[in-house]
């Protein structure tokens, strides 16, 4: 959505080389922008179901003016793109981090968009309706997993008859446990209010914590075996957001151990960032018992080589 200038440029050119690329837009304004870009293709319309779902309102799309065209004017717009492009599909994404309770309004989602697509398709044939991601995994030790069988039986149901082939987009459900952080304890603070533990990792490293409120499991990997003790997990930035976890058993860290902060493949890396100016870590994948280092860590250096 809203996308620069430069993005739609690039998204033009490389269509045009690849006559099988799709380019979705979210707004009657981005398919005039193609247009003026000589851009006659292949596209898909991003709908908004306004229904939003996910472990929180800020990944709740569903429901946000911001995405995709508002589900009345649908029709209208569909219309007019398919005059002008060859509108192939509809997509939608209602939210991030579905779990049980939010699956009904999950499915109630799928439904209106399915209906849309069946509305769209009277106006022109569509390739696909792409109803996105969505699905979510547990974070907590006590959560159970989605149940799949169940999942897919009600997505079918909310589907429904569809003449078009049917997309989704998981992209946490494959990827969350995939990574952890490993993280160094640096400093033990003894006070009146908690006992704090300060690690080298920040909301800079993984930013859920202090964005979304996410719990994430946290191991002393050095020391499994000590008596645990409620503490609180905090990095190196200047904001109380800067937390992993507060009053959490875990194995009475000492400082030089390792924690390792689970499930941070989803939304971990990705949106790791420079905040303070601090380099982000280096990555390394372990495939086979082998392990190597797939991302460099920065320098400082790095931080600032673009400064004058
Ligand atoms: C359009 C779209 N599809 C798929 C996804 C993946 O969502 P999830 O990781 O919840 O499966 C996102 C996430 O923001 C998205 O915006």
Redesign the pocket.
Known sequence: MNPPDADLDYAVELAEENPGLTI?GGARDTFDRLAERGYDGRVAI?INPGIGT?HHEK?A?GKDAK?GIPYEQVPAVAEDVADRFDLVGI???A????LHDDLDDHCRAIGKVADMGRRVGEVTPLSFV?F?????VPYREDEEPLDMQVVGEKVREAVGDLDARIK?????????DAELVLTEVNTIKEAPAATVVGVDASLATLIRPAMFGSYHPIRNVSAPGRDAEPVSVGGPCCTSADVFCTDRPIARPERGDLLAIGNAG??GYELANQFHSQPRPAEVAIEGGESRVVRERETLADVTRTER
Do not use: I, K
């Open positions: 979705t991003r996910g990944v799309t995405f997509h939608a994404h939210g991030s981090g579905v792409d996105g991601g969505g699905f979510g989704l987009e998981p992209g946490r459900y494959v990827v969350a989803a939304y």
